[in-house]
């Protein structure tokens, strides 16, 4: 089965932190870009943060500038978005998304990406709140 499974979520109050996991199966993730999106209620899906093959680059909303940091293990087929100093406006259903990598650099894939995705997840809910 091809599949990616995002897992980590959960309800956590403000200034806290949380760890998503995007784990792939049935495929190389180490084949891929992978982005981070998520969709608040009520709002459109927002590019969060992306990551390169090798995990050489990385990249992120300005929202979440300083606060996040991605990162990936592809010996364990394995990214993750390690979530700090986390705000109500950060609740929302998070996604992974494996994008197939460019053979050219664009300003708008800054990570490698072509914006071609292959896989993506079910999504995981967080909930930042008092």
């Known amino acids: 089965q091809l599949q990616l499974e995002e897992s980590g979520g959960g309800l956590v109050q403000p200034g806290g932190s949380l760890r998503l996991s995007c784990a792939a199966s049935?495929?190389?993730?180490?084949?891929?870009?992978i982005v981070w999106f998520r969709q608040a209620p009520g709002k459109e899906r927002e590019g969060v943060s992306c990551?390169?093959?090798?995990?050489?680059?990385?990249n992120y909303a300005d929202s979440v500038k300083g606060r996040f940091t991605v990162s990936r293990d592809n010996a364990v087929n394995t990214v993750y978005l390690q979530m700090n100093s986390l705000k109500p406006d950060d609740t929302a259903v998070y996604y992974c998304?494996?994008?197939?990598?460019?053979?050219?650099?664009?300003?708008?894939?800054?990570?490698?990406?072509?914006?071609?995705?292959?896989?993506w997840g079910q999504g995981t809910q967080v909930t930042v709140s008092s």
């Open positions: 998304a494996a994008d197939r990598p460019s053979s050219y650099y664009s300003s708008n894939y800054p990570c490698g990406g072509s914006g071609s995705y292959d896989y």
């Open positions: 049935g495929f190389i993730l180490d084949s891929y870009v």
């Open positions: 990551i390169s093959k090798s995990g050489g680059s990385t």
